[in-house]
């Protein structure tokens, strides 16, 4: 069989099936080429609005949320300052490809994303995004006892920040889900 004919038919049977290259890509960690070569891929495969999820910009869709180690980050945090509970149940009010959020753990915010955040703001702003700003502090899952919650700063060198910040405290939520 000739390269054309084997092309030809791993199209109709995508066609049959309704799989899109951005799924394969999905399916292949990324790495799908386009006719004309190899298109730019993110460093963080995006969800999409349309709940598409592809490593490459999509047209005419907007971006709703990274994938980190497994979980759906949203890309917008909350616009207002919530307190703890409020920020719980503005999370808990999301949703991602049918999965429910929360704030997420201390444990991931610090070891999974916090890391990471070089790569996260050179994403967002390809993306069209604003790079996260450095002052920004959002709410954790954690409890750190009667009255305290869990905060974490984007940019602080201590991973002790905010350990223990009153639950009455003003800062942002950003929705976390996990796709596992």
């Known amino acids: 069989m000739e ?11 995508m066609k049959d099936a309704d799989i899109s290259p951005e799924e394969v890509a999905h399916y292949f960690g990324g790495y799908f080429v386009k006719k004309g ?3 730019e891929r993110f ?16 047209q005419g869709v907007q971006p709703k949320a990274l994938i ?22 503005y999370c808990e009010e999301q949703t991602i490809l ?12 610090l070891v999974e994303v916090r890391p990471r955040l070089t790569q996260i703001n050179i994403q967002r702003v390809r993306m069209g995004f604003e790079p ?7 709410w954790t899952d954690n409890e750190c006892g009667l009255g305290r919650g ?15 910040s009153g639950k009455l405290n003003a800062y942002f939520a950003c929705p976390v889900a996990s796709l596992d």
């Open 3 to 13: 390269k054309k004919e084997v092309l030809d038919r791993i199209f109709a049977l």
């Open 37 to 39: 070569g190899p298109r």
């Open 132 to 138: 996260l700003c450095p002052h920004d502090i959002l």
């Open 43 to 58: 460093s963080f495969e995006v969800i999409y609005e349309n709940d598409k999820r592809s490593w490459f910009p999509l």
């Open 150 to 164: 869990a905060g974490i700063v984007y940019f602080s060198g201590s991973p002790d920040n905010l350990e223990a």
């Open 68 to 89: 980190i180690a497994g979980k759906a980050v949203f890309i917008n945090h909350s616009t207002d300052h919530l307190d703890w509970f409020e920020s719980g149940k």
């Open 98 to 109: 049918g999965k429910k959020c929360s704030c997420g753990d201390r444990h991931f915010w």
